[in-house]
């Protein structure tokens, strides 16, 4: 059981945000502008899938789960609210989003099916969070030449990506979810993500007008594919969710609670889960 604090990040959004906001880089700024824009409607689906799955266990169950998965739901509440301010601000740059409606197009199919079914999909998504949060947590130079405030926006939500890393995975295993089922939905969750995710990049991007500078490209084969990029370090850990016996807290580390403390400054508690 992990206790979840939901905290108000003590952030203004009014303030224009830059065009080339993530140290003055178009790839890493349109690739964090990409992850931004699925998180509105992404998060709501989380929440929605945890609560409501939680919703179907057993009284005692709902009983040991409860605080947790309130903690859960109002920790992803504040993200997408967040989030959505801070898209707002990137829109003004003339950037469009596409992966939230697909996500909203793909989630029609799912309209009454086994709550299981959401758990699986959003364990695999918290999964490739939990990685992409880690990585932030273990690279904070990423955000060098960045403004405060949104090196904190993204750090604050990383830190709590890393803390509820475990609640869908649990609560779909408290309900009896199968490993098969896991598994099936990490592979589709894993092309849908990775497709998503550089398409909206690329149009990102494209909109920009620096789709085709050399340096894009650069920076895109560091940060991703280097020795330190993120989906070379993130690969060994994404494939140990295949084995039958992973558990999200396997894979915990004291960087998101180091952060957290660091800068307790930079938010408020809002309540405890
Ligand atoms: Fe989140
Ligand atoms: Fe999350």
New binding site residues.
């Given amino acids: 059981m992990t206790e979840l604090v939901v905290r108000r990040l003590l952030i203004d959004l009014e303030p224009p945000v830059a065009r080339h906001w993530c140290a003055n880089d178009a790839f890493l700024t349109a690739w964090f502008n990409a992850l931004s824009m699925s998180?509105p409607v992404g998060?709501q689906f989380f929440l929605d899938s945890v609560r409501n799955g939680a919703k179907t266990l057993s009284p005692q169950e709902q009983a040991r789960w409860q605080a947790e998965v309130q903690g859960f739901v109002g920790?992803?509440a504040t993200?997408r609210r967040i989030h959505a301010l801070f898209n707002a601000q990137i829109e003004r740059h003339g950037l469009v989003n596409t992966w939230g409606p697909r996500i909203e197009e793909r989630m029609k199919v799912l309209a009454g099916a086994d709550p299981r079914h959401h758990l699986a999909i959003t364990a695999a998504n918290e999964h490739f969070?939990a990685l992409f949060a880690e990585w932030m947590l273990s690279h904070p130079e990423v955000f060098n030449h960045t403004e405060p405030r949104l090196k904190n926006l993204w750090l604050w939500?990383s830190a709590?990506?890393s803390e509820h890393k475990s609640t869908a995975f649990d609560v779909y295993q408290a309900l009896g979810g199968s490993h098969a089922w896991r598994v099936k939905w990490m592979r589709r969750v894993t092309v849908f993500f990775l497709t998503d995710a550089l398409r909206q990049t690329a149009l990102n991007l494209h909109r920009d007008g620096t789709l085709w500078r050399w340096s894009t490209w650069r920076s895109a084969a560091r940060h991703l594919l280097g020795r330190e990029g993120l989906l070379s370090n993130s690969f060994k850990p994404w494939r140990a969710y295949f084995r039958p016996d992973f558990h999200p807290n396997q894979q915990s580390s004291d960087l998101s609670s180091h952060w957290l403390e660091r800068n307790a400054d930079q938010y408020t508690r809002v309540g405890a889960g």
Avoid: C, V
Wanted: glycine share 0%.
């Fill in positions: 998180f998060e920790q992803e993200h969070t939500h709590e990506e």
